[in-house]
């Protein structure tokens, strides 16, 4: 099955050169097998399968809670699916965020875990630091942003503003509009309101990376970089590009895997700060499904929602799988 | 020009001192080898040569340039990691490629898609292939060169190292083990194949390892080195036999030099266990070592008295030859002698038989280790 | 340490200033939210809302309406806001009780997950039999599933048993984590065969080896798997909400924030902070206690 | 016997729940009354009750939003009042008002009992209205753009917020109202009426006038409460957070202003006492019955004038007990005044009564970010994407 | 009782086959050796008989007990591995004490609060606690009880290992390649250590390894497998003088036994290389393959037109003994002679000198790789 190995190859099985995966099935432990992963099935197919089905099936009615039955629609919740703009406004608020933080956060990750690797001192200080958004509730810290971010009192603009009069507004257009009209709404303004998500999303996720890259690097062979170093590649660059981001292969595609679901399934932020707004530029996927089949009460087009989530998540993994796998290393 | 010279080199981590003063002058072409047990320092040393370490003191000099300030890649030396160290996301050919791209292209010549666009830039990927194809035929490993390292075998990757060591045509190779990943029949195969190579390319080679049968089957000259000095350097055979240390002694030969505790007497006369040897040594009264290697002591199967008492407990067998292991005296000093199979299967294992050593064979070694030589008579 | 080994001596002090920088930067970026969090958690609404009074806030004593609406004198009611902010989170939000649900919750998850999730991915990693491909096909498809995106059903299954409002309720649909099976099926497969074998020489069953073998050795990987469950669990905001309608009693701490919005009313910003101050502090000292084996463990797992 | 009950806003409420179980407990010792965890809010709350209901652990007693009642109403989930009120002998006395008690009338029979009503009115920085040279308070949306337009001439560069994006399109209706049109009468959706055109157009010349900004209701009071925004047109329940965070100036509160002239009617908010009890003990759904009349009538209720910015929905209690309490605080009496004015805050009949709330906020939303300057086109979107989904019109009625 | 036998045991993963009918009966108390190289299935043969494999088909007896579907636990076998599988969480003493607690401790006993309160316990405790100290004490690692696995040296881990197989008393000793990881000189030891283990138990010992030296130095008897079948069995020196398999004679000794092309003429008088043998073997006119071992070859140094032509290309010196690499005849055909240090110094490279076999020691093989024995004489 396609997923199967999809996930295979992300994992460097230590297949040292004959010692292949040496499972056994000797003698006397016949159904060990099966007893040990039954729990696991048991719960995967009912705490997870099932409700998918369930979902699915709603997905082609229109059941709505305390109703005593529905009717079956048939297509009609996915034909609202393509046909409203909502809906495109949808995929192209999660594309973007998608496209946006998983790139960024990746590459901030990385950037981050090299620096953290190379500086003498503090690196586990700043290695805290970085992984703190990780650790709190991502829901007070929805609140914070949104205060912080406030339009006038925030932190944020009241920082840029104090910047004002220096001179920069002449420089930047961006300073130069904000100290004549005020600095941006952030969450209000429809042009800026995903960006500032994305940016949380980026902020919140960069840590958990690092520390994945962090883990990548100290298995680096040492050996290649001196190797490296003998052959002549005397620059820090020329070293990276040799040796850190190929041996790192492995660990980009797992963190690619993890953040791409990840940024695929936000909710948090969006249900704390803009609700989908303004203008539904925020209006992401796992939030239409919250707000359908939560909030509004249509089970039966959340479902639909759900239906094609599991659907897009699931082809870009597999999409992805199959453009990284042939460039990736695996030790 | 390409000898490589260490002037007093010394090396600390911390407090722990791991070089302390190293001395020695590597010739044009030469085959040198570090050997000593684990922790010695070779690595060390051989990673200050290639500029990978800095030393706490003293100078490196290759041709007649002082290095010590050069970095690893200006200093035109190649190095053979034990782990190989090749990069396992390129295939062979670019492997070997790599060090002549870093030399010979130019920085925007070696980035991604901009660097095709460059005039020039497709001659001089064509010449550094050739160069490539030239010597992966001379290592025999052409049929590889798509492949990547982890389709390869030991011996097959470890022909590949060497290969990208030696495109870039170094003033000197570096080699830290490396073979000791390779399994026994391996290992025995890539010793000849190195002492093949260096012959045919000329080329300085500075090869560390622990293994006293590739320091003694390849090399020109060898250095014995212990606890962060060179305790004897010379050629192998010199080294196996006449050792200056009893250190070295010990540490080169397989199995290891039997060590008998002996006294002179007041003449210089050597006793060791009630045998008394032919030759005199000077000094007197003192407590030595006597060492004669396994292939040095002959059974003395008629009992005519002569030699020691020796009763073997164990007879291992190599095929070619056999090895008894047993007591002198029937006491607690144990002694290793060489047999032939057939002398091998008349002994039994319990049956005292004697053993002398072959005239001129045996060492003398001081109380402080250091030789003692016999007189000549 | 560097990754590229110093050659001459340690790298250029600029360069390492400049790193440092900006490193330093970027921490305070990351920081600003806890900055304003804390401070935030130390001052008076008025203060918070009108973005005044520094990095710990005047102090300036000011009144309780809510005491006041109770029918109390205003000076009776008089606050000093850093004693009223985190006073009020353990008192208006019981927040000792939701923190020990909190660890209740957490723990029961973790364990339980472990628990299940251990014996299938020694199973995966180790044992051959029949259909452990398409088990393990099954883990993978599993992993792309959000819980949010199904917790309608979820909701409604629970009801029917009868387990909505109870811990169980909280714990029930984190019992099985496809991550940790994920994470441990890597570590496992680092276990040399040789280890089970001699267990199984040794006389132990596959259960013995599970728990007396393989978890000792997975410790590393526990840990980091640990840091992702609890974190996950500890600041969820979402199930508990779904599923606690009842008794305020069972809520998890995350719920205690909610205590302090007052949607038209606005809300309490003063002891909303507090709160939430309070509640990553447990994970922040855990992370420090477990800091060097938790990348260990994720080194270890082959998460790469 | 014991009775259980939910309600929303629980740092609005607890403090009013509080007050109110004080005196409870003394007239009514037999009776225990839990509170259950809180709804977020008003959607929360309804979401809620909808899950219990499938799950059937409902509480005795719920607070719903005015205008959700309704849905519970349709699935049979909130029961009718009407056989306790006949019980009671003279139960009008208690001083509903008529209006109040319509509010939760649904066919012929009362399900709900209102507990706190708030209308929409204007708060006003004084401070900032004085700069504007003036000091007179607008009546009509057109001198509320006058006075934008003077308060941007003389530096307040952000002089209005409007209460559009409060929940359940309240504002839309309050427009609608103003006029004296119900957004939706027999089923059917009228933002196609004239009065519709108007309502649209009104906000258009606001938002555009008065350079509005897109504020998040948490923004907004944080804006206002730091002096930066002239008047604010919000629900008269927010008056508590107001009064709390507000910066040094002086703050007033006026009557809603309406379209050319006062209005002629607005939509009540907060929420309604409903009976959705599973127990078949009658002497529990007595129970529940004493408490839902206790706190919507008399020292109950006036409780809640006392610890939120929300009105009584009991005559007696506004004109009897509170007469003191709002000679003391004439902000809070500004909702009073409009009392009269009270008309329902209309819910979308059918299952997609949420998904029409969320379709009319979206078009509201086009304007205020600027997507959209065409009311006509607006107009004709809305109508008919809402009769979309609305049910369609019962054939008899 | 403790004979185990291996009748007809076959095995495939899949569609490969790895072991083709394996007869075998291991004698109790012997020491009994199987090499072969890398993959021919000595492993999985291993694994078959302790249990932890199920064959395809055949039968495994124990003592006179079929013990074809048997838990490896219940064989009373004990295992060593390659990579010791040492318990890392557990202290030498209670790894020692893991298989002895499974046995004679019940369930009950072995829970980890309440079995503390069971009567009995104590003494069981006791006593296994002996029974480790006992056997600490033979491997000489008392001192090392409390440590964990990775605060021991790789000889230290061996030993440990080996004292968990030990404290059970088992029937047999299964061992897989137990010393590969450890270094040369350590490898060397424990040999010597092994075997006289074996001795001093007297228990039997089925022991794994690829490498020949160690199965020629301590085994009883060896079996030389080849993918998947047992090409001969019997005692090192016989396998070593008399292989009767080509690959038998190629896999056993080092350096390589040489191998030239020869014919038989049809007389049976064989040739290679221009050179007549004494004997003559049956068969005639057919292609045969001439095996001479490099100690059985004797450089005829005088051009006395004896033996073959010889060009020594490399001198390969091993201490005690040099081996001659060179190619016969001037032609393609490699050929590896030793010689003693004296000889190997009076040759120059590149310089012919001539070499004959030893008379007798040549052996013939046939086109089909299996022995052809000469006519006697
Ligand atoms: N980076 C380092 N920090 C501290 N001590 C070190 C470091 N590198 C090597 N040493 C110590 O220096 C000594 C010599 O190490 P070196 O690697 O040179 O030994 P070696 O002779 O190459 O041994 P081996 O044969 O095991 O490779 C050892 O005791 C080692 O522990
Ligand atoms: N679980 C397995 N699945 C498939 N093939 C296997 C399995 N185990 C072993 N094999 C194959 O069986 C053959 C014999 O393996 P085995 O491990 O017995 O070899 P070996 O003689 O022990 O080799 P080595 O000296 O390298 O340990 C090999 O070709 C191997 O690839
Ligand atoms: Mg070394
Ligand atoms: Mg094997």
């Known amino acids: 099955m396609a997923v199967a190995d999809l996930a295979e190859g992300q994992l460097p099985e230590q297949s040292r050169g004959r010692r292949r995966d040496r499972a056994v099935r000797g003698i006397g432990l016949g159904t060990a097998g099966y007893w040990f992963t039954a729990p696991a099935i048991i719960l995967m197919i009912v705490i997870l399968i099932a409700p998918v089905a369930i979902a699915a099936l709603l997905s082609f009615t229109d059941y709505s809670l305390g109703n005593d039955g529905a009717d079956w629609v048939g297509l009609e919740n996915y034909g609202d699916l393509v046909g409203k703009s909502t809906y495109t406004r949808m995929i192209w608020a999660t594309a973007t965020y998608v496209l946006v933080v998983v790139p960024a956060s990746i590459a901030l990750g990385l950037g981050a875990a090299l620096l953290i690797n190379s500086v003498g001192r503090f690196g586990a200080l700043y290695k805290t630091i970085y992984f703190l958004p990780v650790m709190a509730a991502l829901l007070a810290m929805a609140i914070v942003w949104e205060f912080s971010l406030h339009p006038t009192l925030g932190i944020v603009n009241d920082s840029l503003a104090r910047l004002c009069g220096t001179g920069i507004e002449d420089v930047s257009g961006f300073f130069a509009e904000g100290c004549a009209d005020g600095f941006p709404l952030w969450f209000g303004d429809k042009g800026y309101a995903i960006w500032t998500i994305c940016f949380i999303g980026i902020w919140q996720a960069f840590g958990f990376n690092m520390v994945l890259y962090l883990a990548g690097l100290t298995s680096v062979p040492r050996d290649l970089y001196q190797a490296a170093e003998m052959d002549g590649a005397a620059g820090a660059w020329d070293r990276f590009r040799l040796v850190t981001w190929p041996m790192l292969g492995p660990t980009t595609v797992f963190v690619v895997t993890i953040t791409t679901i990840r940024s695929f399934q936000v909710f948090d932020t969006v249900e704390a700060i803009t609700n989908g707004g303004p203008a539904k530029s925020t209006y992401v996927m796992m939030y239409a499904i919250y707000e359908k089949a939560i909030q509004h009460n249509l089970i039966g087009m959340g479902a639909a929602i759900t239906v094609v989530f599991l659907g897009f998540v699931m082809l870009l993994t597999i999409a992805q799988r199959h453009l990284v796998e042939k460039r990736v290393h695996y030790a | 020009m390409a000898q490589i010279g260490l002037n007093g080199i010394t090396k600390s981590f911390g407090d722990t001192i791991v070089l302390q003063g190293i001395d020695l002058q590597i010739a044009d072409g030469e085959f040198l080898t570090l050997v000593g047990p684990s922790g010695c320092g070779k690595s060390t040393l051989l990673r200050i040569i290639a500029g990978l370490e800095a030393q706490s003191g003293g100078d490196v000099t290759i041709g007649d340039r002082q290095v010590n300030r050069l970095r690893p890649s200006r200093r035109d030396l190649a190095m053979v990691f034990q782990s190989y160290a090749l990069y396992p996301h390129l295939s062979v050919q670019q492997n070997m490629e790599t060090p002549l791209r870093l030399r010979d292209l130019g920085f925007w010549e070696r980035a991604p898609l901009l660097g095709a666009l460059l005039p020039g830039r497709g001659a001089k990927l064509d010449r550094l292939r050739a160069n490539v194809r030239e010597v992966a035929q001379v290592l025999e490993i052409e049929h590889l060169l798509a492949r990547k390292p982890g389709q390869l075998s030991g011996g097959q990757r470890q022909r590949v190292a060497l290969g990208r060591a030696m495109v870039r045509k170094p003033v000197a190779f570096l080699m830290d083990e490396p073979l000791s990943n390779l399994d026994a029949a391996l290992r025995v195969h890539m010793r000849a194949e190195l002492a093949q190579l260096h012959r045919a390319l000329g080329t300085t080679f500075v090869y560390v390892t622990h293994d006293q049968a590739e320091a003694l089957t390849m090399s020109d000259r060898m250095a014995v080195m212990m606890d962060g000095v060179i305790l004897q350097l010379g050629a192998p055979s010199e080294i196996y036999r006449d050792p200056q240390h009893r250190k070295v002694a010990e540490f080169v030969g397989s199995p290891r030099i039997n060590i008998l505790e002996a006294e002179t007497d007041s003449a210089g006369r050597v006793a060791a266990h009630g045998v008394q040897l032919q030759r005199r040594a000077a000094g007197c009264g003192a407590r030595v070592s006597l060492g004669i290697r396994p292939e040095h002591l002959s059974l003395a199967c008629e009992r005519d008295n002569e030699g020691w008492p020796f009763t073997p407990t164990h007879k291992e067998n190599l095929g070619a030859d056999f090895f008894l292991h047993g007591h002198v005296n029937g006491g607690s000093t144990r002694l290793v002698a060489r047999a032939t199979p057939e002398q091998a299967i008349a002994i039994s294992l319990g049956q005292e038989v004697r053993v002398r050593p072959d005239p001129g064979a045996a060492m003398l070694f001081g109380a402080d280790d250091r030789r003692i030589r016999f007189l000549e008579a | ?304 | 016997v014991e009775i259980e009950v939910g309600y929303p806003y629980s740092h609005l409420f607890d403090v009013t729940y509080e007050k109110i179980m004080e005196s409870f407990k003394k007239e009514h010792p037999e009776i225990e009354v839990t509170f259950r965890a809180t709804y977020e809010d008003y959607e929360d709350g309804t979401n809620t009750i909808l899950r219990e209901a499938v799950s059937g652990n409902l509480p005795d007693i719920t607070m719903q939003g005015l205008n959700r009642q309704q849905v519970l109403v349709e699935k049979g989930i909130a029961k009718s009042l009407e056989p306790f009120i006949a019980k009671e002998a003279d139960f009008e006395k208690d001083g509903y008002h008529k209006a109040m008690l319509d509010l939760g009338t649904f066919g012929g029979e009362v399900h709900g009992l209102p507990f706190s009503v708030s209308l929409p009115v204007g708060y006003y920085n004084m401070d900032l209205v004085k700069k504007a040279g003036t000091t007179a308070l607008p009546k009509t949306w057109d001198e509320v753009i006058q006075l934008c337009q003077k308060m941007s001439a003389n530096g307040v560069k952000n002089p209005m917020f409007w209460g559009w994006n409060i929940t359940g399109n309240w504002f839309v209706q309050a427009l609608m109202w103003s006029q004296d049109k119900p957004i939706v009468e027999d089923g059917r959706f009228t933002i196609d009426s004239d009065e519709g055109l108007v309502s649209l157009e009104t906000m258009k010349k606001l938002f555009r006038g008065c350079d509005m900004q897109n504020l998040s209701w948490k923004e907004a009071l944080a804006s206002f409460s730091a002096g930066e925004i002239g008047m604010m047109f919000w629900s008269t329940s927010a008056l508590g957070a107001v009064e709390r965070a507000k910066g040094d100036f002086e703050l007033k509160t006026a009557e809603f202003p309406g379209i050319g002239q006062k209005p002629k009617g607005l939509p009540a908010g907060g929420n309604a006492a409903l009976l959705v009890s599973t127990s078949d003990d009658p002497e529990r759904l007595q129970a529940a019955w004493t408490f839902l009349k206790y706190i919507t009538s008399g020292l109950g209720a006036a409780a809640v004038a006392e610890t939120t910015g929300y009105m009584p929905p009991n005559k007696a209690a506004n004109e009897i007990i509170l007469a003191d309490f709002y000679k003391k605080n004439p902000n809070k009496e500004t909702a009073v005044r409009q009392l009269p004015l009270l008309r329902e805050w209309i819910a979308y009949p059918g299952d997609n009564g949420l998904a029409v709330t969320q379709v009319i906020y979206d078009g509201i939303e086009s304007v205020v970010v600027g997507d959209q300057d065409d009311m006509k086109a607006l107009q004709e979107e809305l109508q008919e994407e809402v009769t979309d989904l609305l049910p369609a019109p019962a054939k008899g009625s």
């Open chain 3, 1 to 304: 340490m560097s990754a590229a080994g110093p050659v001459q001596g340690s790298a250029a002090p600029f360069s390492e200033a400049l790193k440092h920088a900006v490193l330093i930067l970027g921490a305070l970026i990351v920081i600003l939210p806890f900055y304003v969090m804390v401070t935030s958690s130390f001052k008076s609404s008025h203060e918070i809302e009108t973005s005044s009074g520094g990095v710990f806030g005047s102090q300036e004593q000011f009144v309780d309406e809510y005491c006041v609406k109770l029918g109390n004198e205003r000076d009776e009611c008089l606050r000093t806001p850093i004693v009223f902010n985190y006073t009020e989170a353990f008192r208006q939000a019981p927040l000792l009780r939701y923190l020990l649900n909190g660890v209740i919750v957490t723990a029961s998850i973790f364990l339980i997950q472990v628990a299940v999730a251990l014996p299938c991915a020694y199973a995966l990693a180790k044992l051959r039999f029949w259909g452990r491909e398409i088990v393990f096909g099954l883990v993978l498809f599993c992993l792309l599933i959000p819980v949010h995106a199904i917790a309608l059903p979820l909701y409604i299954m629970l009801a029917k048993a009868g387990l909505t409002n109870s811990y169980a309720a909280l714990v029930i649909p984190w019992t099985i984590s496809v991550f940790g099976i994920f994470l441990m099926r890597q570590f496992f497969k680092t276990v040399p065969d040789d280890l089970i074998d001699a267990a199984r020489m040794d006389g132990m069953s596959e259960f013995g080896i599970v728990w007396k073998v393989m978890l000792p050795t997975a410790v590393p990987a526990l840990l980091a798997f640990a840091i992702f469950s609890v974190v996950a669990h500890w600041n969820d905001y979402f199930w508990p909400r779904v599923v606690i309608t009842g008794n305020r009693d069972l809520y998890t701490p995350p719920l205690g924030l909610r205590e302090f919005s007052g949607g038209a009313d606005g809300s309490m910003w003063g002891p909303m902070m507090a709160t939430a101050t309070i509640i990553v502090l447990p994970l922040i000292v855990a992370f420090l206690l477990a800091q060097r084996r938790f990348i260990e463990g994720i080194t270890l797992s082959g998460m790469k």
